[in-house]
């Protein structure tokens, strides 16, 4: 394995613009794919919520892009990272270096797709509610997604190349957390004896965090942010420890 950071921060490097050049391959909007697939699922919710059933809720189309965008990252990143190693068997077979780079660059490539979103939400933000010195909390906000997204990914792509059936698991899972997560309805209106439940739920935290900051403009609640730390760092560690201990015999099982 390659001793060096340079080496590692090369080989990631290259992994993160393969899989962004192999995505948008002859397609003709190209990055722009990025930002349709959210912005259909506004108007559609948005129609739905406004139109056909009321959800008399203000700045709707934005309260359900600060849901979808979360969302999506997480359940395409981690959809992705866990069939990243089987998919790169010929690479892991045949050139030394560490494992863990290959879930790690495709949670960081989708990372990407995610920070052109997430410029266009905090443009439109600001453009109807206005700019907040709340919007400093972002950065840690996002950060504590993708260390949990990264810590998750690591250990179902390990456990992907022993259990084959585990991207089925998770593409169940996230169809089950579209609808368990508040994308379209507000954290006020869960009962609250649940409450608890998603607040220990990374992405429902996440969504609601986002929208403390964004739509109420004002700093996020203490408690929730640091349940969501402890868990995505917990997820980080726990992950880690699973991939160390499973990658050695990865050759044999490709």
Known sequence: MPSHTGDSLFILRNL?????????????????????????????????????????????PLF???????????????????????????LIKKVPFLRELVPLSTVMANSLHYFIQFGLLLIAVGWVIGPSWSWAWLPLVVALQLIFVAGLTLATSALDVYLRDMRYVVESTN?????????????????????????????????????????DGEPPNLSTLLKFAAVSIGMLAAGAMIFRRLKRDFADYL
């Open 16 to 60: 993160i613009a393969k899989d962004f050049k192999v995505r948008y391959r002859n397609m003709s909007l190209g990055i722009l794919w990025s930002l349709v697939n959210p912005l259909v699922m506004m108007g559609v919710l948005t129609f739905i919520f406004t139109v056909v059933w009321p959800a008399r809720r203000t700045n709707f």
């Open 64 to 90: 359900v892009l600060m849901g979808i965008l979360p969302y999506n990252f997480f359940s395409l990143a981690w959809s992705t990272g866990t069939n990243s190693i089987v998919d790169s068997a010929r």
């Open 175 to 215: 169809l089950v957390l579209f609808w368990l997560v508040p994308i379209f309805y507000g954290f006020e209106e869960i009962p609250s004896r649940y409450a608890w439940v998603y607040e220990l739920n990374p992405v429902a935290a996440v969504i609601m965090l986002l929208r403390t900051i964004l739509l």
